[in-house]
T-cell receptor, first 112, second 112 residues
């Protein structure tokens, strides 16, 4: 399968802990996006990379959130000092052109 | 008012019915329109993508865009139980890197 992959698929953590998620985009897709989705809502944009450059960040991305794409391939999203409100599905998408975006299976975060 | 609005449903139809799913948007600058299908606890799957007013057909699916009224529809012919999912409408501004703005999604149930 050459689609977008995400790891882990499910993460349970205690409030105050740090967590890191990984996204591997479709090969040769230079654009990579992170979204967050809560129950009953559509995905909301968090941040966007073109190659290794982070070009756009949503105001939803508080100081506790940081994303990297060090070599323009995989990306990581870290949440520091997690809060219960961070519980959500974190989705990664990639695109060759910026128009059609292809999503991964998501990482479901539960903060206890 | 949200930029992209959808009736959350659930919408229940009998197998074989023609399904009509609708979406409205408020931002005239949206130029690209997409429909995603999302099964429970999975990532969104791109179904249809268009950037112009009019109809686009792909198998049992037809996407219809009316930019003058800011109204988007997805029609599913000969609906199957496997079509039971949440259908997300997503819009994007022109340009290569912009985020997708999603509606809340409409939950569809196709019953035997």
């Amino acid at each position: 399968d050459t689609g977008v992959s995400q790891d882990p698929r499910h993460k349970i953590t205690k409030r105050g802990q740090n967590v890191t998620f990984r996204c591997d985009p479709i090969s040769e897709h230079n654009r990579l996006y992170w979204y967050r989705q809560t129950l009953g809502q559509g995905p909301e944009f968090l941040t966007y990379f073109q190659n290794e450059a982070q070009l756009e960040k949503s105001r939803l991305l508080s100081d506790r959130f940081s994303a990297e794409r060090p070599k323009g391939s995989f990306s990581t999203l870290e949440i520091q000092r997690t809060e219960q409100g961070d519980s959500a599905m974190y989705l990664c998408a990639s695109s060759p052109t910026g128009d059609e975006q292809f999503f991964g299976p998501g990482t479901r975060l539960t903060v206890l | 008012q949200k930029e992209v609005e959808q009736d959350p449903g659930p919408l229940s139809v009998p197998e074989g019915a023609i399904v009509s799913l609708n979406c409205t948007y408020s931002n005239s600058a949206f130029q690209y329109f997409m429909w995603y299908r999302q099964y429970s606890r999975k990532g969104p799957e791109l179904l249809m993508y268009t950037y112009s007013s009019g109809n686009k057909e792909d198998g049992r699916f037809t996407a219809q865009v009316d930019k003058s009224s800011k109204y988007i529809s997805l029609f599913i012919r000969d609906s199957q139980p496997s079509d039971s999912a949440t259908y997300l409408c997503a819009n994007k501004l022109t340009g290569g890197g912009n985020k997708l703005t999603f509606g809340t999604g409409t939950q569809l149930k196709v019953e035997l």
